[in-house]
């Protein structure tokens, strides 16, 4: 059964290129309600254990480095069918290959400067957020 909520962090890109209004307008817009959200920066450790899924893959400690280069915004979504709805607004990995209106095809730079990450999957959605975000924290 699908849930309703989902996470989401804003990328250094988009820190460094001054989207995080214009993101989170298409979320808001697109119906999302924020339930939590921080700007904050990866450790190299944080980054590590988050990404650890990719360990084994070739882009691995080029996507460590790159998340630690600078501040996110981590943040909890809620709307019905939120993690497929999501997916759905963020777009493709590759923004050459993202849907317009999509936030990848309006503010991805490249397929490893994607401006966003959206949970994919309702267990990622929860293990995701509980990794951000203490239950206090959460609204």
Do not use: C, W
């Amino acid at each position: 059964m699908a849930t309703n909520r989902t996470f989401t962090m804003l990328k250094p890109d988009s820190i460094e290129n001054g989207n995080i209004g214009n993101i989170i307008g298409m979320i808001t817009e697109a119906g999302f309600s924020i339930k939590a959200m921080k700007y904050t920066q990866l450790s190299d450790a944080q980054a590590k254990e988050f990404y650890a899924v990719h360990v084994e893959r070739p882009f691995y400690g080029e996507l460590v480095e790159y998340m630690t280069s600078g501040p996110i915004v981590a943040a909890i979504l809620e709307k019905e069918n939120a993690v497929e709805d999501f997916r759905a607004l963020i777009g493709a990995t590759d923004p050459s290959e993202a849907a317009d209106g999509t936030i990848r095809k309006a503010y991805a730079e490249s397929k490893g400067r994607n401006a966003v990450h959206g949970s994919d999957s309702d267990d990622n959605a929860q293990i995701e957020s509980d990794f951000h975000f203490s239950p206090v924290e959460i609204f």
